[in-house]
């Protein structure tokens, strides 16, 4: 399949993370054929280069990078955030997608809970070291995969880590809260700045989600199997936020299949999304974006 002409990606960089598999894969490999400059993270550099041949093959579009991290590592998130500003002078999307459910807790080499540091402190701080190449963008999209699990997410500031009491599922659903609160949050502080935040709550979709994992875990993954829908049926409302001219301007909303969904109360509470901003602040060491 060749390239599409006339698209609204044309010459757009667009930034996905978690990209060599699932919902992540789908993504690259579509904003790809509507003619965009795609830019791959990964953690596994020899997946990330096949991967990145497959859909320069599939796509005709030679245009794609390759970025290799593990985002769970906040130091390499900001090694991430410098490559990305050294190689690229703008950028139009970014799709924080990458995340994960772990059903044993682990710490990251930052002693932070494995799940908060992947699934919202990397999209934290991903996307405010990367502000300022998105303004000078304008207009550009930022996209965060969150959950519908987000409803029943409860958010302990006194043990963020879940070092007292641990629960995979609460973890993931405290996460997925998080990233709401985040993109709400967000979007406020950059009205005006031509970026627009939007939040995407996938069904249950037929990833590698959980397959690397023991016990609980790997029969997740086995049902997400049976009765998910496809990684490119998950992935519609991920492109469809990138590049549909219908929600130009459009901000701080929660879509679910291209459509617009409420979320939880809590997650529209704006005392809770600015604890949590403060609170991922003083553990990153960031300096404030105020937009």
């Known amino acids: ?112 809970e494995y799940t908060f540091a992947l699934n919202h402190l990397a999209y934290f701080q991903l996307t405010n070291l990367l502000l300022d190449l998105l303004k000078a963008s304008a207009p550009a999209r930022i996209i965060n995969i969150s959950s519908f699990v987000e409803k029943i997410g409860k958010l302990n500031f006194a043990d963020l880590h879940r070092q007292k009491q641990y629960s995979g599922f609460a973890a993931y659903a405290q996460s997925k809260l998080a990233n709401l ?12 700045t031509g970026v627009t935040v939007n939040a995407v709550g996938p069904n249950f979709v037929k990833t590698n989600f959980a397959k690397n994992s023991r016990g609980v875990n790997r029969f997740l993954a086995f049902v997400f199997g049976l009765i998910g829908t496809s990684a490119e049926k998950g992935a519609e409302t991920i492109i469809y936020l990138a590049s549909s001219p219908e929600v130009e301007g459009v901000t701080g909303k929660f879509f679910y299949h291209s459509k617009e969904r409420a979320s939880s109360p809590q997650s529209h509470d704006r005392a809770l999304q600015e604890q949590l901003w403060q609170a991922s602040v003083a553990l990153l060491n960031l300096v404030e974006v105020n937009g």
């Open 1 to 112: 399949m060749s390239v599409l002409q006339d698209s609204p990606l044309q010459n757009k960089i667009c930034l996905v993370t978690g990209a060599t598999s699932g919902m992540g894969k789908a993504t690259a490999l579509e904003l790809a054929r509507r003619g965009g400059t795609v830019l791959l993270v990964t953690r596994n550099q020899s997946k990330g280069e096949r991967v990145l041949d497959e859909i320069r093959d599939a796509s005709s579009n030679a245009t794609i990078d390759l970025f290799v991290a593990d985002l769970s590592s906040m130091c390499e998130v900001v090694r991430l955030a410098d490559e990305v500003k050294a190689r690229h002078q703008a950028l139009h999307v970014l799709v924080n997608n990458a995340g994960g459910i772990f059903f044993e807790r682990m710490e990251t080499v930052d002693s932070y």
């Open 181 to 192: 609160l985040f993109t709400y949050d967000l979007a406020r502080r950059l009205d005006s």
